[in-house]
């Protein structure tokens, strides 16, 4: 019943910007952590940035200084704001979000970083 929906992907090249949005519906409760994973072609899905409810932010090293993650509790959406992209950036990312221990995902949108 609860579904997340990203979008904002694209082809992009090198040092340009994307901002991937992801919305939910279909729920009546906020919830907890939300965050941004990515999963390229052959590697293993990893976590790019997480936000807490409180508004507190955690990124992996590779994208630290150039990704931002943000998002309106008041809606339920979580959003990555991606800067200075590079080729190594290209992957589908996915949305996710936790309900207590439950995890929600959303069908990926692809980013395609040129070189």
């Known amino acids: 019943q609860v579904q997340l929906v990203e979008s904002g992907g694209g082809l992009v090249q090198a040092g340009g910007s994307l901002r991937l949005s992801c919305t939910a519906s279909?729920?009546?409760?906020?919830?907890?952590?939300m965050g941004w994973y990515r999963q390229a072609p052959g590697k293993q899905r990893e976590l790019v940035a997480s936000?807490?409810?409180?508004?507190?932010?955690d990124y992996v090293d590779s994208v630290k200084g150039r990704f931002t993650i943000s998002r309106d509790n008041a809606k339920n959406t979580v959003s990555l704001q991606m800067n200075s992209l590079k080729p190594e950036d290209t992957a589908v990312y996915y949305c996710?979000?936790?309900?207590?221990?439950?995890?929600?995902w959303g069908q990926g949108t692809q980013v395609t970083v040129s070189s």
């Open positions: 279909g729920i009546i409760f906020s919830f907890n952590n």
């Open positions: 996710n979000a936790e309900l207590g221990y439950v995890h929600y």
């Open positions: 936000i807490t409810t409180g508004g507190r932010t």
